[in-house]
């Protein structure tokens, strides 16, 4: 009888993994993490993961003019739930938050142009934004592709062009506003570095280990 590992590895060679829990979290290169990406900038349709099937399903038509600047998506094996809240709360005047229910949000910067989401790539997180949509907290990591000749050596946020960072907040400002709909719901409250980023990763980590104890032991037989 097969060991659970052997089970394992024989799974993932049929089967595609969930790109939400079946993925590691870091990546196999020290400083970076895997990332699943559902957006590019040139998409005209907003893109999300479908929880249940691990597909890309669709959100909604953009709105509006404004263009994602990064590649967008998420680190595997993260949640947003009760200790990325906390957290938050304890860095704002905003009271009580809860965590938005979803993987940890990520921008990852790259000057090559990239023509579809649903992919993985490796980044190696510089810093992030403390976003706060509708009383919930939605975080948004700033990394930069590894290897890309133009953002890849940044190690912190505070190197990033500042008109590249202004176009991120900008983007997250406003994508969801509709004209005349009153005062507009998400806040930006900080701006953090890499130490910091990594602090909000090592939380989401521990809510997804805490949402998803079954799959967690999964993973690590691998």
């Not at 490796?122 to 919930?136: C, F, Q, T, W």
């Not at 719901?185 to 602090?199: M, N, P, R, S």
Request: aromatic letters at 10%.
């Amino acid at each position: 009888m097969n060991s659970p590992h052997e089970l394992f590895e024989l799974l993932k060679k049929y089967f595609k993994p969930h790109p939400w829990h079946g993925i590691p979290l870091e990546a196999d290169v020290e400083g970076y993490l895997n990332v699943f990406i559902e957006i590019v900038p040139t998409d005209t349709v907003k893109y999300e993961l479908d929880k249940a099937s691990g597909y890309l399903s669709i959100d909604r038509p953009q709105k509006f003019s404004n263009i994602i600047p990064a590649l967008y998506g998420f680190i595997p094996r993260t949640y947003c739930h009760d200790r990325v809240a906390a957290y938050a709360a304890q860095h704002t005047d905003l009271g009580a938050l809860v965590g938005d229910g979803d993987p940890l949000d990520i921008c990852v910067l790259t000057e090559r142009p990239i023509a579809h989401g649903d992919l993985l790539l490796k980044a190696r997180p510089i810093g992030g934004l403390r976003m706060i949509d509708g009383g919930e907290v939605d975080d948004k990591i700033i990394a930069v592709l590894k290897d890309d000749p133009i953002y890849g050596d940044l190690k912190d946020i505070k190197d990033c062009p500042v008109r590249i960072l202004d176009r991120v907040q900008h983007y997250f400002l406003t994508y969801k506003d509709i004209p005349g709909a009153g005062e507009r719901k998400i806040k930006i409250t900080h701006v953090y570095g890499a130490d910091e980023a990594k602090k909000v990763i090592d939380l989401s980590d521990a809510d997804y280990k805490s949402a998803f104890p079954d799959l967690s032991h999964s993973l690590s037989l691998s």
